[in-house]
């Protein structure tokens, strides 16, 4: 089973509307992250949190907010979706030590 | 700022090295890192260099770390079909919040 999982793994959604991503992850870490992936410009944080008292924005953080229901769980929210925000977003955790992220497996997100 | 570079396209034949380059700028990441993605996944550790070495080599792969010029580098010997993807670098600054800057990435392009 991955360790990290995100639902949905596609969605078309219209502009106002508001949209919920999901992540879980089974590896016990501390923190995670959410960042958006768009053609050339890489990954780009949106949110992160190191515990799930702890939550921080990202780079990018306008037009989202996020919840940590949970250590092993992070959903990030649109409130009202816009075309811009048509992107593949991956949900990451990491523990301490080398900092490795472990990714999910991505959400490809259309607002039209 | 912080800031991690690295070229977006490179090209090889089968069988022959591939060389992808990358610069950063914050000195004090402790670890400096691959990640691979391939099509329709998230990305994945490929390898990851502590920043007081100057070289790693992991079976096809070597990283080489040269701290005076903030220049990271990946090559993957015997490149082969199975290795095209995009390529990203990142570091994880010791300041700032301790969050993973990750380049644009390199797609690379395997022609057999």
């Known amino acids: 089973d991955a360790d990290v999982t995100q639902t949905p793994r596609n969605r078309i959604t219209k502009t106002g509307k508001r949209i919920m991503l999901e992540c879980s992850q089974t590896?016990?870490?501390?923190?995670m992250y959410w960042y958006r992936q768009d053609p050339g410009l890489g990954l780009r944080l949106i949110y992160y949190?190191?515990?799930?008292?702890?939550?921080n924005k990202g780079e990018i953080s306008d037009g989202y907010s996020v919840s940590r229901q949970a250590q092993a769980k992070f959903s990030l929210s649109l409130e009202s979706a816009i075309p811009n925000q048509t992107a593949l977003y991956f949900c990451?955790?990491?523990?301490?030590?080398?900092?490795?992220?472990?990714f999910g497996p991505g959400t490809r997100l259309t607002v039209l | 700022g912080e800031d991690v570079e690295q070229s977006l396209f490179l090209s090889v034949r089968e069988g022959d090295s591939s060389v992808i380059n990358c610069t950063y700028t914050?000195?004090?990441?402790?670890?400096l890192y691959w990640y691979k993605q391939e099509p329709g996944a998230g990305l994945q550790l490929l390898t990851y260099?502590?920043?007081?070495?100057d070289m790693k080599q992991d079976q096809r792969l070597t990283v080489l770390l040269n701290k005076k010029d903030k220049h990271l580098s990946l090559r993957i010997a015997d490149t082969q079909t199975g290795d095209s993807a995009i390529y990203f670098c990142?570091?994880?600054?010791?300041?700032?919040?301790?969050?993973?800057?990750f380049g644009a990435g390199t797609r690379l392009f395997v022609k057999a």
């Open positions: 590896k016990g870490h501390d923190r």
């Open positions: 260099i502590f920043s007081n070495m």
């Open positions: 914050d000195s004090s990441s402790t670890y």
């Open positions: 949190s190191f515990d799930v008292k702890d939550i």
């Open positions: 990142a570091e994880t600054p010791r300041t700032g919040g301790f969050k993973t800057i």
């Open positions: 990451a955790s990491s523990g301490t030590g080398t900092d490795t992220q472990y």
